[in-house]
Antibody, heavy 121, light 111 residues
């Protein structure tokens, strides 16, 4: 069965950096696109970033463009999100999610349990 | 303000039928983009409920169904049960934004 396990969350000061990881298992990781989706406390889901199966396609929400970088290591079955210049409004639970396609964003058929990132001084 | 618009809340008694709407625009649902629905139980990660407008993944009860018309989509839940109390989100793709988009979520309360 598909398993996605996020790690790397924590408390960071405004302007700081953090890297999230998502360890994948139970499917052929290098065949599927992956996403990061976040949810601020008590708020709705917000799509953050997308990466195609081989890393050649990627896209970001305007709210994080230029500050966040999505990447993947298919040899380690792991997805990453490097978050720089963090702001208070980036405080959220960050989920990694598996797409059903390899190159085109479509929908998310599996989700991790989430990793909480808190940006606060 | 979410790109897809959902009612903040709906409610119904056990056994009743409720619907949740999801309204988009000509750059997403109206452009023929599929709509997908997720259920988020309290304190848990979202779970795929309906894909491609009206397809239920294995394990999802047939009490849940989806439909799409024009620039809107709907999720219907029949035979409401206490365990259906959750937040429900619609999702599609927006061609103008070149990004996946979610609705603002609807909280379902079973009375």
């Amino acid at each position: 069965q598909v398993q996605l396990v996020e790690s790397g969350g924590g408390v960071v000061q405004p302007g700081g950096s953090l890297r999230l990881s998502c360890a994948a298992s139970g499917f052929t990781f290098n065949s599927y696109a992956m996403h990061w989706v976040r949810q601020a406390p008590g708020k709705e889901l917000e799509w953050v970033a997308f990466m195609g199966y081989d890393g050649s396609e990627k896209n970001y929400a305007d709210s994080v463009k230029g500050r966040f970088t999505i990447s993947r290591d298919n040899s380690k079955n792991t997805l990453y999100l490097q978050m720089n210049s963090l702001r208070a409004e980036d405080t959220a639970v960050y989920y990694c999610a598996k797409d059903v396609f390899g190159t085109t964003p479509y929908y998310f058929d599996s989700w991790g349990q989430g990793s909480l990132v808190t940006v606060s001084s | 303000q979410s790109v897809l618009t959902q009612p903040p809340s709906v409610s119904g008694a056990p056994g009743q039928r409720v619907t949740i709407s999801c309204t988009g625009s000509s750059s997403n649902i109206g452009a023929g983009r599929d709509v997908h629905w997720y259920q988020q139980l309290p304190g848990t990660a979202p779970k795929l409920l309906i894909s491609r407008n009206n397809n239920r993944p294995s394990g999802v009860p047939d009490r849940f169904s989806g439909s799409k018309s024009g620039t809107s989509a709907s999720l219907a839940i029949t035979g409401l049960q206490a365990e259906d109390e959750a937040d429900y989100y619609c999702q599609s793709y927006d061609s103008s934004l070149s990004s996946s988009v979610f609705g603002g979520g609807t909280k379902l309360t079973v009375l």
